[in-house]
């Protein structure tokens, strides 16, 4: 009896189907999180623009939706919000805490290493080399930013509703500075959101 309760598939959210519930291994995790150690740069924001491409839209661990609300967590807690994400992502998909380890060493070694490597040898270089490459990197890591909103945007703001709370919380963050303008446009969109 026990083994036919056990046996059921739930339905919903819940079901086998959904990429959250399809478990993998400690070092499927490893490996992709190294992928993505070694080929990202830039800050969190980016950091959570590649962590979006390569998760949700290319090998589809979690959807769109689940994504964002891992985001919106996220940047309550105190911290960099992308190693929450990353670190998170890793528990789920590795079904442990070994899981979010994994993704956390394979995520930050390379740039750790690769900073470690530019702090060396920092003085070599100077003047147009020097300002050329950290453009180029700066205009890499804006496309990036820029595409990640820009899909997260049409699949979490389908409507002209939600699309108008989205446009005036940024016009918030964009026109208040500090914590408070965050905190107002977090409580301004769930306001607008209950009453539309």
């Known amino acids: 009896m026990g083994d036919t309760a056990s046996q059921e598939i739930p339905s919903g959210r819940d079901s086998p189907s959904n990429p959250i519930h399809q478990r993998g291994t400690v070092g499927e995790v490893f490996l992709a999180f190294l992928k993505l150690g070694v080929s990202s740069f830039g800050g969190p924001i980016a950091h959570l623009g590649y962590y979006r491409n390569e998760l949700v839209v290319r090998r589809k661990w979690l959807d769109e939706t689940t994504y964002a609300d891992l985001v919106a967590l996220c940047q309550f807690l105190p911290g960099p919000a992308s190693s929450q994400?990353?670190?998170?992502?890793?528990?789920?998909?590795?079904n442990s805490l070994l899981g979010g380890l994994a993704a956390w060493?394979?995520?930050?070694?390379?740039?750790?290493?690769?900073?470690?490597?530019?702090?060396?040898?920092?003085?070599s270089f100077t003047g147009p080399i020097k300002e050329g490459f950290l453009h180029g990197l700066k205009l890499v890591a804006v496309a990036v930013v820029a595409q990640a909103i820009w899909g997260m945007a049409r699949s979490l703001t389908p409507d002209r509703p939600r699309a108008a709370i989205a446009l005036a919380a940024v016009?918030?963050?964009v026109s208040f500075a500090g914590s408070l303008a965050q905190v107002s446009a977090i409580a301004f969109g769930a306001f607008a959101g209950l009453w539309l």
């Open 85 to 94: 994400v990353g670190f998170s992502l890793g528990i789920l998909r590795g």
């Open 105 to 123: 060493f394979a995520f930050t070694m390379p740039s750790a290493v690769v900073m470690f490597a530019f702090a060396m040898g920092a003085a």
């Open 171 to 173: 016009a918030i963050v």
